[in-house]
């Protein structure tokens, strides 16, 4: 079965600092790996993706995301945090076969302090 | 992106009425969709697949009688919610993919669904 956890419930960074979500897998297989992030009362927005190429990939509003196989981790990175960034982040996966559903991990609230 | 439209996005209703929720896909066909349910400061859980022309695939735990999915064309499944209870009360969003081209999965704006 495939699961995604994210070790933090809350991450607090202040403006203009780097930030980091983190990210860990369990897959059998390759995964495709996803961050989405959610505002309040809102649906989800896709940020960005890992299916195969190059570990570090970049996706939307200057966030991006390393890939490493070794340590099964996907954590999302920006370098230099802004307040509206505030929001919660998911990471998913998903089985590269079909048409599958995604599978979410718990959800980390990022706080980006002014 | 691929656009997917819910509605409504937010809904209010008496305990023992039935709410419909409706998801659209914009700019494709989609025909698979998926239900899922967030509780408050919880993750996503999927309730249910759901198929175009065929009945939806629940999961465990999911009362297939209770939240009645159909998927009648290839941009609309719609999720109705029967004789709502207060415990039903959650956030729920569909989802979709654009099979055409795209590996992630867009999702609706989600529908508040609160039963009094």
């Known amino acids: 079965a495939q699961s995604v956890a994210q070790p933090e419930d809350q991450v607090n960074v202040a403006e203009g600092n780097p930030l980091t979500v983190k990210c860990t897998y369990s897959v059998s297989g390759n995964p495709y790996l996803f961050w989405y992030v959610q505002y309040p009362n809102r649906g989800l927005q896709f940020l960005l993706k890992?299916?195969?190429?190059?570990?570090l990939v970049k996706g939307s509003y200057g966030f991006e995301a390393e890939f490493n196989k070794s340590q099964t981790s996907f954590h999302l990175k920006k370098p230099s945090a802004l307040v509206s960034d505030s929001a919660l982040y998911f990471c998913a996966v998903r089985d590269p076969s079909g048409n599958t559903p995604l599978v979410f991990g718990k959800g980390t609230r990022l706080s980006v302090i002014a | 992106g691929a656009v997917v439209s819910q509605h409504p996005s937010r809904v209010i209703c008496k305990s023992g009425t039935s709410v419909k929720i409706e998801c659209r896909s914009l700019d494709f066909q989609a025909t698979t969709m998926f239900w899922y349910r967030q509780f408050p400061k919880k993750s996503l859980m999927l309730m249910a697949t759901?198929?175009?022309?065929?009945?939806?695939?629940?999961e465990q735990g999911v009362e297939k009688d209770k939240f009645l999915i159909n998927h009648a064309s290839l941009t609309l499944s719609t999720l109705t919610v029967t004789s709502a209870h207060p415990e039903d009360s959650s956030f729920y969003i569909c989802?979709?993919?654009?099979?055409?081209?795209?590996?992630?999965?867009?999702f609706g704006q989600g529908t508040r669904l609160t039963v009094v």
């Open positions: 890992y299916i195969t190429g190059d570990n």
């Open positions: 759901s198929n175009e022309g065929s009945k939806a695939t629940y």
């Open positions: 989802s979709a993919r654009d099979l055409r081209g795209s590996t992630e999965a867009f």
